[in-house]
């Protein structure tokens, strides 16, 4: 992949998420969102795949998975008004489609096409898939926890402003039902443990599954990255100051302090 095959992209991302701006501002708000998000993860990959390091064309592979990893997202919302998949389609795949619909990656080889789609199609599954193919898992893992680190700071920027008009683009509809919590999802927590989307019940529910993601992180930059961004620390002052949840966050901070630490955590995937 050259330099003029990822302006190229990059060209037709904005071309694309522009038509679906128009009139209505709370619409515009969550499309824009959802593009600030997408640059940030860009960002993100760049950053853990140096730290490998990968090589520069991976890199601009590595790149161009973050920049289409949700661009079903755009549509899912337009025809759905929702992000919720469960309610809807599945928003990696709906984006594949959408790719492979606009031929946008038919300059790229086989090889190019297989380390784009098949991260995007794995990047919002409960766990990568169980591969063989050492190259494609780096594309995946980086992938996921270059999304995680931004999705935290999606969420925490919601939890801790006054205005939330992008309410139920973050929360799900999920009520706040104070210090009430999910015993599965405690335990997952303790155990070290991703918690499982179909435990969720409420609000505090939601946050303590997304602290549970840091024990889905990969590499050693991801460690870093979020223990500099303090992302956990602020998610978990957002939540009930009971013993059992608080005992939670702190079990997840020193596995971040842990991991963080290049002495003690492997930089290659696990």
């Known amino acids: 992949m050259n330099k003029a095959q990822v302006q190229k992209f990059k060209a037709w991302f904005c071309e694309y998420v522009s038509g679906f701006y128009g009139n209505d501002p709370n619409q515009n708000q969550i499309y824009e969102l959802k593009e600030r998000h997408t640059l940030r993860v860009c960002e993100n990959i760049l ?19 973050a920049l289409f990893h949700d661009i079903g997202r755009f549509k899912q919302y337009r025809d759905y008004a929702t992000f919720n998949d469960k309610n809807s389609v599945n928003h990696a795949r709906f984006g594949i489609r959408q790719l492979l619909l606009h031929k946008i990656l038919n300059s790229l080889s086989l090889n190019e096409k297989r380390f784009i789609l098949i991260p995007i199609a794995w990047h919002n599954a409960y766990k990568p898939p ?9 594309f995946i893992k980086l992938l996921r926890d270059a999304d995680k680190l931004d999705i935290w700071k999606v969420v925490v920027d919601h939890y801790t402003k006054d205005k939330k008009q992008d309410t139920i683009a973050v929360l799900q ?25 179909s435990h969720l019940s409420c609000l505090t529910d939601l946050k303590l599954l997304q602290i549970s993601w840091v024990y889905d992180l990969n590499f050693t930059e991801s460690y870093r990255l979020l223990r500099q961004s303090g992302f956990i620390e602020k998610l978990g002052q957002t939540l009930p100051k009971t013993r059992q949840i608080q005992g939670a966050v702190k079990v997840a901070i020193r596995h971040i302090e842990k991991m963080a630490d290049p002495k003690q955590a492997r930089q290659a995937v696990r």
């Open 130 to 138: 169980d591969i063989k193919d050492d190259k494609m898992l780096v």
């Open 173 to 197: 509809n999920l009520r706040d039902n104070g210090p009430l919590y999910s015993k599965k999802i405690i335990k997952a927590l303790y155990d070290k443990q991703l918690a499982q989307i």
């Open 47 to 65: 950053k853990i795949g140096e730290s490998i390091p990968l090589s520069k064309n991976d890199l601009k592979i590595a790149e161009i998975t």
